[in-house]
């Protein structure tokens, strides 16, 4: 017999559907007075009363505060419990592991950096993923077994076949057949795994220069080269994972790299990655090229340029890099036609609006579609905002989920 809690249009699944658009109204407005959201679901004063009740009770809104500013009592208003549920996520490099929590709102609540030994031989993996969580969980004054879910953020893909980690042959340690195993023992929550370029396009998506876009490339370049496909809302992964891994794509202007698996590089990484800019700059003849972590080099070198316009040598550097950009997102676009483009990441955002713009023109000439370039909104360690996102997003569907007992999907 079929559970009767889970067919469509039974008053329990009514009252479901009515509780999820309450609380995502919650999420977006802020608190809400019982008036208001009846207003805004077009449920009638009494529903709505009922509806608050049974959230209120359920432990998913707090009572918060009434309304001021207006004759007569304060309307009571209500908003969602931030300490109904918390996710976490992580952003995997080789140098560093960053961990945060956010509590159901969304509000980061705990955060922790692990700086992460160059050595294979040192630290396991499985430690560093617990240390980083449970310094950012210490931190919001909760345990790793408050945490509902997980998501990490690594460079490539696990490859759904074999469960290794492709693509990504700079990661230490996280390599082996049996880490995604070993993970799932060592912590209580349920996790998932995802390509950091990947989150960045969910953090924009979410939260940044793609919201309301379901048909988006972004393109990422800070430490490594890379890009992410949106298309009908969704990610486009690929069959292993690989989808976006435009580092290795072969382009005119370098040599033609065989064997790219074995190198971990190829020509667009080569041509247009975060490494290539220096040595660019040189060649173009400015002067003081900043020495260091080639990213932050790559960054303070474009901030300049985008700062300098009168200035030939920086002139030089952003129209050549530019067209290293545009060589590589041409064929991209000339693929998939979106109708937006994001550019991301520190060697990109740095530049700003002058690096943007001479991308934009140069795309013109290479590429027929001629979709939007936007320079990418989220700036603060968009692939660990990503990260949040993503796990909240599960969280919220199964938190928010009153159609089921309160003791169904915990874990």
Do not use: C
């Not at 009252?15 to 999820?20: K, L, V, W």
């Not at 802020?30 to 009363?49: D, E, M, V």
């Not at 077994?145 to 696990?158: E, H, N, Y």
């Amino acid at each position: 017999m079929a559970d009767r809690a889970a067919t469509p249009g039974t008053p329990r699944v009514l009252r479901a559907m009515n509780d999820r658009t309450a609380l995502d109204l919650l999420l977006e407005h802020g608190p809400l007075s019982r008036a208001r959201i009846g207003g805004l679901t077009g449920l009638s004063k009494p529903t709505a009363s009922q509806l608050l009740a049974r959230l209120e009770a359920a432990g998913l809104v707090l009572a918060t505060g009434t309304t001021e500013g207006r004759p007569g009592p304060g309307a009571r208003l209500y908003e969602v419990n931030p300490a109904a549920a918390y996710a976490a996520g992580l952003d995997v490099t080789p140098r560093w592991i960053r961990a945060a929590v956010a509590d159901l709102t969304g509000r980061t609540v705990g955060r922790h950096e692990l700086r992460t030994p160059v050595r294979r031989s040192a630290t396991p993996v499985v430690r560093q993923v617990t240390d980083a969580l449970d310094g950012a969980a210490g931190a919001a004054g909760l345990s790793r077994a408050d945490i509902r879910r997980l998501v990490i953020g690594t460079p490539g893909a696990f490859d759904p076949d074999t469960g290794r980690l492709r693509y990504a042959s700079h990661l230490p340690g996280w390599h082996s057949p049996t880490l995604l195993d070993e993970l799932a023992a060592a912590l209580p929550m349920p996790l998932a795994y995802e390509n950091d370029v990947n989150l960045v396009a969910v953090a924009e998506q979410r939260l940044g220069a793609a919201r309301g876009h379901g048909d988006f490339v972004l393109l990422w370049n800070q430490e490594g080269l890379g890009a992410a496909l949106v298309l009908g809302g969704r990610l486009h992964r690929g069959r292993t994972g690989g989808a976006g891994e435009v580092g290795f794509l072969p382009v005119p202007g370098t040599p033609l790299v065989r064997g790219v698996a074995r190198a971990g590089s190829g020509g667009f990484q080569q041509l247009a990655g975060s490494r290539a800019v220096p040595d660019l700059a040189r060649e173009l003849g400015v002067e003081d090229v900043p020495r260091g972590p080639y990213a932050e080099a790559a960054a303070t070198l474009l901030a300049r340029a985008a700062a300098a316009p009168d200035d030939a040598a920086h002139h030089r550097l952003l129209r050549a890099y530019a067209t290293r950009l545009a060589t590589g997102l041409a064929s991209l676009v000339s693929v998939l036609d979106p109708a937006l483009v994001v550019l991301s990441g520190t060697a990109l955002t740095s530049g700003g609006e002058p690096l943007r713009a001479l991308v934009r023109a140069e795309l013109e000439e290479l590429a027929a579609p001629r979709p939007r370039l936007v320079l990418g909104g989220v700036r603060e360690h968009p692939v660990l905002r990503g990260a949040l996102e993503s796990a909240l997003a599960t969280t919220r569907d199964e938190v928010f989920d009153t159609s089921r007992p309160a003791s169904e999907g915990k874990t």
